[in-house]
């Protein structure tokens, strides 16, 4: 079992950038996959990035051009900087990490971390 805690959410105004870490209990590598989503106040959870073990990212229209999903192997971390930022990213950001294949596949989610963004 895998561990992933979530960090750096906070409050900011339209226009503005926050950066999120999420950092993992093993080897990033561990995961073929890993991503960010977002939940906002009565609505489903929605998948605004992700990135492959062998680095290839894919993003959600909605934040395309604005948000970039990134790692750091050293420290077993993924981020999500987030630019341009509207009130409509509002949301608790979870990460994410799916382990093996077909039969095997597991996902692990961390406990989410709060992005308020004011108009």
């Known amino acids: 079992q895998v561990q992933l805690v979530e960090s750096g959410g906070g409050s900011v105004q339209a226009g503005g950038s926050l950066r999120l870490s999420c950092e993992a209990s093993?080897?990033?590598?561990?995961?073929?996959?890993m991503a960010w989503h977002r939940e906002a106040p009565g609505k489903q959870r929605e998948r605004v990035a992700t990135?492959?073990?062998?680095?290839?990212?894919g993003y959600a229209d909605s934040v395309k051009g604005r948000f970039t999903i990134s790692r750091d192997t050293n420290k077993n971390t993924i981020y999500l900087q987030m630019d341009s930022l509207r009130p409509e990213d509002s949301a608790v950001y979870y990460c994410a990490g799916t382990r093996g294949l077909g039969a095997t596949m597991r996902t692990t989610w961390g406990q989410g971390t709060r992005v308020t963004v004011s108009s």
């Open positions: 093993g080897s990033i590598f561990s995961y073929v996959i």
């Open positions: 990135i492959l073990s062998g680095g290839g990212t």
